[in-house]
């Protein structure tokens, strides 16, 4: 369909499902097992109430924001998503210079269908992006990538530490592939992660922490942010949401919100999702599937997704009246429907 006729990132996933193929949309769009997680990552926003303030002046709006000390135009991210070729043979390079016009982060995947070079050669100059990278049990490919990703001028690199030794069984997308789907390292623990940081000079960010105590861990650790996360339910069917994650931080582990970014992702679709995770404590938020599914249209279909999502944070913000993305806070969200974990 035109992108005339797409007015939200649901109508987009509609639209993507039509186009490709059932084995693609599958390895898209699948979770692990029941997809419990998955359908929880979605439904959990239902659950949040938004305060709307009505005496403020929202006239003059922000809501760019800085990410590990670099500016962007807004508070959400393109997340690291495997394989984009499958939807559009530009791929990443999609991906990247859509982001680099609308001003935003992307994070591509080490599993990319491009290398690591031809996606910041999609990149516009001066933009930023970030590099996604597994602990793999090989070494001298890990110390290979990371001064690739180093040399090309990614400026940090996410580290995904939740299907590291395993990977998650995704019956939905099996059905079309030899049903293997391995993890990345034989094994892994805190020793390895601590070590991982000292292959590289860049920030790294441990991506996919679920629990308050890997949080904590990861503060005394020193890093320079987390990012919670569950994969969209692609790993451990039945791990919590990313905003009963940081419910169960704060509870657990405040110290976490002042000592470090924290970013979180899963289910996104609304500006109004993006908003609770950020009242929440998160200081960016990622999109995984929706960009992917955009992309069918390319670059294009990208850049109307990053605005219709755009649109709908920026007015939400107004009628709550938040006139800048900084000020949301925990004051803006009641979690009473939410029992605690
Ligand atoms: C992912 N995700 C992911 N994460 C990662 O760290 N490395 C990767 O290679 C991938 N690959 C990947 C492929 C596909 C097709 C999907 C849908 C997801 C997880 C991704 O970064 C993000 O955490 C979730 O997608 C967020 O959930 P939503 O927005 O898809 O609901």
Redesign the pocket.
């Known amino acids: 369909p035109p992108l005339d006729d797409i007015y939200d990132l649901n109508d987009i996933q509609m639209a993507a499902k039509n186009v490709l193929s059932a084995k693609y949309y599958a390895?898209?769009?699948t979770g692990a097992l029941n997809e419990y997680t998955?359908q929880a990552?979605?439904g959990i926003y239902s659950k949040v109430r938004l305060n709307g303030f009505s005496f403020r002046d929202v006239s003059s709006m922000k809501t760019s924001t800085t990410i590990l000390g670099y500016n962007f135009s807004q508070p959400f991210f393109i997340?690291?998503?495997?394989?984009a070729g499958h939807a559009n043979k530009s791929a990443e390079a999609s991906l990247a210079s859509a982001a680099g016009k609308a001003g935003i982060l992307y994070v591509p995947?080490?599993?990319s269908t491009l290398s690591i070079e031809e996606i910041a050669a999609a990149g516009l100059n001066g933009q930023v992006m970030f590099h996604?990278e597994?602990i793999w049990s090989n070494k001298s490919k890990v110390l290979d990538e990371l001064s690739r990703m180093k040399a090309a001028g990614f400026k940090a690199v996410?580290v995904?530490v939740d299907n590291t030794g395993i990977n998650g069984i995704r019956t939905r997308s099996m059905r079309y592939t030899d049903g293997s789907d391995t993890g990345h390292a034989a094994n892994f623990d805190l020793n390895a992660l601590a070590a991982f940081r000292n292959l590289t000079t860049l920030p790294i960010v441990p991506?996919?922490i679920k629990t308050w105590q890997d949080a904590l861990t990861c503060l005394k650790l020193g890093f320079p942010a987390i990012y919670v996360?569950?994969?969209?339910?692609?790993i451990l069917d039945g791990a919590p949401t990313s905003v009963e994650i940081l419910m169960d931080i704060r509870k657990n582990a405040a110290e976490v919100f002042n000592g470090m970014e924290v970013y979180a992702?899963?289910?996104?679709?609304r500006g109004t999702d993006a908003i609770i995770l950020l009242a929440l404590g998160a200081r960016a938020v990622?999109?995984?599937?929706?960009p992917?599914f955009a992309n069918i249209w390319g670059e294009a279909g990208v850049m109307r997704m990053i605005d219709l999502f755009a649109q709908e944070m920026y007015t939400s913000m107004q009628l709550m009246g938040v006139s800048n993305v900084n000020q949301l806070n925990t004051s803006y969200v009641n979690t009473n429907q939410i029992v605690p974990l």
Do not use: C, W
């Not at 997340?79 to 394989?83: F, S």
């Not at 996360?229 to 692609?234: F, P, Q, Y």
């Open positions: 390895s898209y769009r998955y990552n979605l997340a690291p998503a495997a394989e995947s080490i599993s996604q597994y996410f995904t991506k996919g996360s569950n994969h969209g339910g692609r992702d899963g289910g996104v679709r990622g999109l995984g599937r929706p992917m």
